[in-house]
């Protein structure tokens, strides 16, 4: 079942054109990887599709769950169901993770028109969440991100994500900054995550995160476009080949 | 301004038998008013008030307030959780009704100030404009002459005060009424304890109040106070204070403002015995037409203490707000640690924040530091919230409240915490 649609997305910053015709369609229940060099729009395509201030787009059209996902404001595609792991988290000094996760889970139980989530609820959804990411207490009692190592702020994403459960995760470079053992035990909870109603983009430069989240279809990137797709061997004989051999520009 | 000097001779005169009814006061008024006389009200061509116009308190005759208030206000049902067996309620500068004096079998004297005086005039007397030494401006000078009721409190040797103290003070006259109160806290050597004080005015007030609150903390004494500062309508308040700290004794004062027309907070801190620490710390949220004008002064008169100060503003619509830190280290006061810090939030273009440090420096060994910052919110942070899922309205106040709340963070008092952040909340979400 179709989860979102991405149409000739055309995004400028600043009046640059990054994004040039960008095509992509996921549905329920796959994940699917972009890899691409430097500056080919990766990181422009996750901030134009949850909507960051700055990002201009100039053409083309993204449905999600059947509604025009361009039109929706930055916390409607969120509630929507709609979330970024940030390549790099924002430190929130003086809130709180707790009262920030609290804040944000009643916020979505208010979009579908539910009641509050009950301390115990909350408290058991916390405690599942991050055993399943493996952070510790004292990260939950700090407030959000501020004087995480670059580890903790990768692997509290994650958490978020646990809590928040959404229909389609957009991994911005999450294997940046994780050492061998986190990136491993973040993977094993986005593997336990996965199931047939929701999907996954993962933005990577390398094949290593691939290695654990394994995908159903991989795009390479050029461009401001998808210039190559395929399966989980195209990122394997992208790491033996290079981008330029696979992009025929040797 | 010369015919309102006079205004205020003419009033001193016309109230002196209802001023003195016993209170053996007679020396400190009459100084007071002759200081008054001689210095007038403060103008903004002097440095110290130049955020601060006093014109509109020129313009008003203000009559001094005998109107008292018998009714108890309802003010617990907005307070939940900082209810205290030792409570003491003002309405428009005077004591109610029900309380005037409690005195404890451990020697704690706690009471309307006012009623100590007739009882026990000495204990008073030993205290009274003694760190108010000089009455520095013209409006110190006029709460020597003129000031009727207050609190005071008395903590002997050794003694802690387990419960919080709470004073609250609410102003509701719709006529132009003089308020000056005058409090005195005492803490003799070991003595310790925290008073809450809830301070506020209803939207159809006129009333001005000039206070002055003058602490001793003796040795190893530890005093926190926090406060609350809610003041609606054209409440005018000017509130000083005077802080004496003997050696080893730790003072903590903690202000949480929220709004007023025009408010003026002046601190005053001597530290004059070694190992001491003053810890002035402010949040302010300001909107409309509001005007607050902070003012901490300390002086490390003797080596080897600490001084910290750290305020912090929000401020929306046409207000007004300023901050001046000042920090004097005397020659003999060696290894000195003064720290000051000052950042704010400006949300509109027609807001306006001046921030003013001080040090005046004379001795070598010393670590001072001061920084301040006027800037917006954080679009990145503003990003981050509303991507997960929060509304622009909710995410600027989340973010708003917890840059105000940092202020507090050595606060131990969570109530008093759980109050401060809900009225922060309020007033954010108010805009």
Known sequence: MELIKIRDLHVNIDNKEILKGFDLNINRGEVHAIMGPNGTGKSTLASALVGKPDYEVTKGEVIFKGKDLLEMEIEERALEGLFLAFQYPVEIPGVSMINFMKTVVDARREYRKEEPI???????????????????????????????????KKKNEIFQMAMLQPDLAILDELDSGLDIDSLKQVAEAINKLRNENNAFLIITHYQRLLDYIVPDFVHIMNDGKIVKSGDKDLAKELESKGYDDIMGLN | MVDMIDYYKELFEKNKENLESGLQLEQIRQQGLKDFVRMGFPGNKMEKWKNFSTKSIQKNRYELNSIEERTKLDFFSKLSGLESPNTIIFNNGHCSYDFQIEESKNGVIFGSIKAVLAKYPEKVLKYFNKANKQNLNGFNAMNSAFAQDGFFLYVPENIKIDFPVLVTQNYNIDSYQLINNRNIIVLEDDASCEIVQIESSEVGNKAFANNITESFLGQNAQLTINKLQKYLGNTIVIESSFTKQKSGSNYSCNIATIGGNKLRNDIHVKLEGTNCFANINGGFVLDENNEVDNNVYIDHATPDCDSNQNFKGILDGKSKGAFTGYVLVRQDSQRTNAYQSNNNIVLSEKANISTNPFLEIYADDVKCSHGASIGRLDQNAMFYLRARGLSEEKSKELLLSAFAMEVFKDVTNTKFKEVVSKEIENKLLKD
């Open chain 1, 118 to 152: 009950s301390p115990v609820d909350f408290l058991k959804l916390v405690k599942r969440s991050s055993e399943l990411v493996g952070i510790s207490d004292k990260m939950k009692g700090r407030a959000v991100n501020e004087g995480f190592s670059g580890g903790e």
